[in-house]
């Protein structure tokens, strides 16, 4: 199993430019999420899914748009990419909900480090 | 005041010590706790669960106290690949979940 993959794993764009982050999970699990890390600064979820076909909006969702249409998939997209956007995003995908027990470990891609000039 | 608070250290201690993290909450209705292990350039990984009475994973010592809202994380016997970041999340379900993610506490541990 390759677990939680991310592409691109790096990337550097134009501010204006629009770019999609593609996450892919083999886990058959129900929730994933997208993630941005900053220096100094704690994992700020951006959008999540609680299943295929269903999106919300985290703590950070300004400038960013999801979709996931398979459930494998969650695609994050930038619309129209500013210098407020670099930073490195985690997908992660769980089997249950946040309300606690083992089953909400959340597994985590590599990341991909975008960085918007 | 940030939901969750981790010192950001970092800890430098020798191999063979015993280290310990603090981690405080400011939201009294969360429900979940974990500590999370990062690498550097490399994602998060969930090391251990924290339960109300308190869990050892070889180690690693994981405790709660929801009176002052802090968990806490001990580490005996440090060795070299403990070296990372250790990161405090804190869930709970208001209508929605929110999970919180300190920015981390940094460890070195040195030969």
Not at chain 1, 81 to 94: G, N
């Amino acid at each position: 199993n390759a677990g939680v993959t991310q592409t691109p794993k790096f990337r550097v764009l134009k501010t204006g430019q629009s770019m999609t982050l593609l996450c892919a999970q083999d886990m058959n699990h129900e929730y994933m999420y997208w993630y941005r890390q900053d220096p100094g600064m704690g994992l700020r979820l951006i959008h999540y899914s609680v299943g295929e076909g269903t999106t919300a909006k985290g703590e950070v969702p300004d400038g960013y748009n999801v979709s996931r249409l398979k459930k494998q998939n969650f695609l994050l997209g930038l619309e129209s990419a500013a210098p407020s956007q670099t930073s490195v995003y985690f997908c992660a995908s769980s089997y249950g909900g946040l309300a606690g027990g083992p089953s909400n470990e959340q597994f985590f891609g590599p990341g991909t480090r975008l960085t918007v000039l | 005041r940030k939901e969750v608070e981790q010192d950001p250290g970092p800890f430098n201690v020798p191999e063979g010590a015993t280290v310990a993290f603090n981690c405080t909450y400011s939201n009294s209705a969360s429900q979940s706790f974990f500590w999370y292990r990062q690498d550097c350039r490399k994602e998060p990984k969930l090391l251990m669960s924290v339960y109300s009475s308190g869990n050892e994973d070889g180690r690693f010592t994981a405790q709660l106290n929801r009176a002052s809202q802090y968990i806490s994380l001990l580490i005996r016997d440090s060795k070299l690949s403990d070296s990372a970041t250790y990161l405090c999340v804190v869930s709970f379900y208001t209508g929605g979940f929110k999970t919180i993610f300190g920015a981390g506490t940094r460890l070195f541990v040195k030969a």
